[in-house]
């Protein structure tokens, strides 16, 4: 019979079992690592992919934080990633007559993010489901229409052309291998960020709202100011990508904007992992990478990509990275614990 002390005592993880998950995560780290390390030195072609890469994984980053960690289903989401650019494509062209410098322009362009998703939040707070689905899907098509239209400001269908070249404390940052360091940084703080926030009092309230919105107000929290939270910082990254996305093509234009590329964030998330950063990186890689591997059979490729999306969905519903498998998971087996 157990004494109650054996019994208290929490289960180990097996040795073999700890080792393996050591071994996993040193080798994803270790890829990633080498891939960053790797990539500045290839052709500008795979930079530039990577970089498209980068700017989907940032677009995953903001919006996985309204589907994934409030539970609401954003399918404008596009529309902030158009406001971020459009932004930069005024403040830093001929078009306004101003040439502010990237610094500058980046707390405007976040400012400008946040109020915007704050103004999409507060008529969409009653709503849930399919409802808020076709209201944010209809917020995002106003914005395209809006600088297809404003011929005046935005240059209409024609777009805004002779941005200037980023450059941050005198340095320029045009060529591809450059914008790839600036995007890797961003990156890197702007997932550090959120998932602090996952962790925070802020990201708890958020999960209570994905499972119940009536039991997260039951027990008090405040779900109105929640809801626009996640909204603004949602907002606000997608924003700061606009931005960059607009410095790095010194051309914008509201193709850049269409429902196709909400869609196609979202499905970064589903198949990735909902709820999960390492998934959005991986749902990223995916989609992004995929059809620039099977580029050679361009009659089959869509058709291929569209059998692996169903395939994963299928047989990976809840995502290829569980939820419960978070950059804390990775960091537990790098050091041992």
């Known amino acids: 019979m157990q004494t109650a002390l054996e019994t208290a005592a929490p289960a180990t993880t097996p040795a073999p079992a700890r080792l393996g998950r050591w071994l996993g995560a040193v080798a994803i780290t270790a890829a990633i690592v080498a891939l960053i390390c790797v990539t500045p030195f290839l052709p500008n072609y795979y930079i530039r992919v990577a970089n498209g890469l980068l700017i989907y994984v940032l677009l995953g980053i903001g919006l996985n934080i309204v589907i994934g960690y409030a539970g609401l289903l954003d399918l404008g989401f596009v529309a902030f990633y158009a406001v971020g650019a459009y932004t930069y494509g005024l403040l830093a062209s001929p ?25 999409l939040g507060l008529p969409v707070l009653r709503l849930r489901g399919d409802y808020l689905a076709i209201v944010t899907l209809g917020f995002g098509e106003i914005i395209r229409i809006l600088m297809n239209n404003l011929d005046g400001l935005t240059g209409g269908p024609r777009g805004i052309f002779g941005i200037d070249k980023a450059s941050i404390l005198g340095v320029q940052i045009a ?23 996952e962790k925070s009092i802020l990201g708890k309230a958020w999960a209570a709202i994905r499972e119940d919105q009536d039991a997260a107000k039951g027990v008090g929290i405040n779900t109105t100011n929640a809801k626009l939270a996640a909204f603004a910082t949602s907002a606000t990254i997608g924003s700061i990508t606009g931005v960059i996305f607009a410095a790095s093509q010194r051309f914008v234009s509201p193709d850049s904007f269409s429902l196709q590329e909400s869609v196609l964030i979202v499905l970064m998330i589903v198949i990735g992992g909902v709820g999960n950063i390492l998934g959005v990186f991986v749902g990223a890689a995916i989609l992004i990478l995929m059809p620039e591997v099977l580029r050679e059979f361009s009659e089959w490729r869509i058709l291929i990509l569209g059998l692996v999306m169903v395939g994963l969905i299928i047989l990976r519903p809840g995502g290829l ?15 041992g614990k």
């Open 321 to 335: 990275v569980p939820r419960s498998f978070g950059p804390e998971k990775l960091l537990k087996a790098l050091i």
């Open 175 to 197: 060529k591809p291998v450059e914008i790839f360091w600036l995007l890797v940084v961003t990156v890197l703080i702007v997932a550090t960020l959120v998932w602090r926030m």
């Open 95 to 119: 078009q306004l007559g101003l040439h502010l410098p990237l610094l500058a322009i980046l707390p405007i362009a976040a400012v400008l993010g946040a109020i915007t998703g704050i103004l």
